[in-house]
C-alpha cells in the first residue's frame, strides 16, 4: 500500500529535534495540513533547504505557492486552515491578540536561542548523547513517514559527527561564557512564565490555548524533555550530568509542569480541529 503522505501538496524541511521546526510542525498537525517532512541532521540540511527555496536554516514549508522560512510565519499560515474561533493568533480582541504577538516574539527571541546554546554546550562533548538526540529523532521521524537521507546510520554518524560539532561551535558561538549568558535570558523568561501562572490561569493569555503557549511549550521542550513530544527526546537519565541536573529542576518548575501538561492535553489532541476545519 502506499504511504499518502508522499503525494501530500506541503513538504517540510527539518531538522527532527530542532525546537523551531517541532513549533511549526505542531501548527501544521494541529491545522490538519497534509504534508510530507523532510528530515536531516545539523549541517546536512543547509542544501536542502536552500533547494526548498529557503536559506540555510530550517523549518522550510515548500508549497505550490512558493517556501515558508520562517516558524511563525507558517504558524500564522496554518491558521488559516482551522476555524477562527481555534486560530492560534486571535483575531480579536485587539488587546488579547497584541499580548499572544508580544509574549510569542519574546519567546522566539530569547527562549529559543538561549535553549538551543544552552543543551548544546551540554551536548556537543558527549558523543554518544548527541547520538541519542540526533539519531533517535531522525528514526523516529522516519518511522511517522518522513524522508531521511539514505547514508544516515550509526557509523556514518561517527564520521559526521566531529565536523558537524565543529561547525555548530563556530555559527552557534557554543562556548562557556555564551552558555553563561544563554542560561540567564532562558532563567528570565522562566521566571517570567512562573510568575505569570501564579493566579492559576490555565493558558498565558485568555482562557484558551494560543500561539503564545504552543511557542512556549516548543521552543522550552530541549531543556524539558516533555514525554508526549512527537520526536522522542532523551530522558533526562540519558543526558550529559550538568544538562540533565538542569532539566530535572526546570520539569518541577510551574512553567516546565506547565509545558509538560501543554505537550499531554494539546500536543495529540488535532483529530477535532481536523474534522471541524
Not at 523551531?20 to 494541529?30: F, M, P, Q, V
Not at 542544501?47 to 515548500?62: C, D, E, K, T
Amino acid at each position: 500500500m502506499s504511504d499518502p503522505r508522499a503525494d501530500a501538496p506541503f513538504r517540510l524541511v527539518t531538522i527532527p529535534f530542532s525546537h523551531y521546526c517541532e513549533k511549526a510542525r505542531w501548527a501544521l498537525d494541529r491545522a490538519g495540513v497534509p504534508y510530507r517532512e523532510d528530515a536531516y541532521l545539523p549541517l546536512a540540511h543547509a542544501l536542502p533547504a536552500l533547494r526548498a527555496g529557503g536559506h540555510r536554516s530550517v523549518p522550510v514549508l515548500v508549497s505550490r505557492a512558493g517556501a515558508i522560512t520562517d516558524s511563525t510565519d507558517i504558524v500564522r499560515y496554518a491558521d488559516a486552515f482551522v476555524p477562527s474561533e481555534h486560530a492560534l493568533f486571535p483575531g480579536a480582541p485587539d488587546a488579547l491578540r497584541a499580548e499572544v504577538e508580544a509574549l510569542e516574539e519574546r519567546f522566539d527571541r530569547d527562549l529559543g536561542p538561549a535553549a538551543r546554546r544552552v543543551v548544546y554546550f551540554h551536548l556537543l562533548p558527549d558523543e554518544d548523547a548527541a547520538f541519542v538526540v540526533m539519531g533517535r529523532s531522525i528514526q523516529a521521524r522516519a518511522a511517522a513517514g518522513a524522508t531521511l537521507p539514505r547514508w544516515f546510520g550509526r557509523s556514518a554518524f561517527r564520521a559526521y559527527f566531529p565536523v558537524a560539532r565543529a561547525v555548530i561551535r563556530r555559527v552557534l558561538r557554543i562556548d562557556a561564557a555564551g552558555a553563561e549568558r544563554s542560561l540567564g535570558k532562558l532563567r528570565a523568561v522562566l521566571d517570567m512564565v512562573n510568575e505569570r501562572l501564579r493566579d492559576g490561569r490555565p493558558f498565558l493569555v485568555g482562557d484558551r490555548f494560543t500561539a503564545a503557549d504552543l511557542t512556549f511549550a516548543a521552543l522550552a521542550a530541549p531543556v524539558l524533555a516533555p514525554e508526549h513530544h512527537p520526536v522522542p527526546l532523551a530522558s533526562p537519565s540519558e543526558l550529559p550530568a550538568g544538562l540533565r541536573g538542569l532539566v530535572e529542576a526546570l520539569r518541577d518548575e510551574p512553567a516546565g509542569a506547565f509545558a509538560r501538561r501543554l505537550y499531554r492535553d494539546h500536543r495529540q489532541q488535532q483529530a477535532g480541529l481536523r474534522a471541524a476545519a
